[in-house]
């Protein structure tokens, strides 16, 4: 009988395997930085709110896909805007409630 379980571990893992392959689940783990390589089952436990708690599991993806955005670097040709003149920062605005350039 304990042939049945390690059987059924191995046709699981297979399964998950296949599946992820294919593109229809997303196992990799969305903490790390690719380093290179491959992650092989990293996020093996991410799968629970993949399919439990999709809504959580999809804010929790766009959450770290913002987090990793860039910043614009500042260009020489910016200027100091404002920030290293003497006294308070102020920003101008127009009539529509936009800052002024």
Known sequence: MVWWILGGIVVLGVLLWGVHS????????????P???????GGVLMIGDEVFAPAKYEAQVELDRQARLPVPAPIPGDGDKGIFGDGPVRIQLDSDGKPLR
């Open 35 to 41: 380093s290179g390589g491959s992650s092989r089952g």
């Open 22 to 33: 294919i593109g229809v689940i997303d196992l990799s783990d969305k903490s790390r930085k």
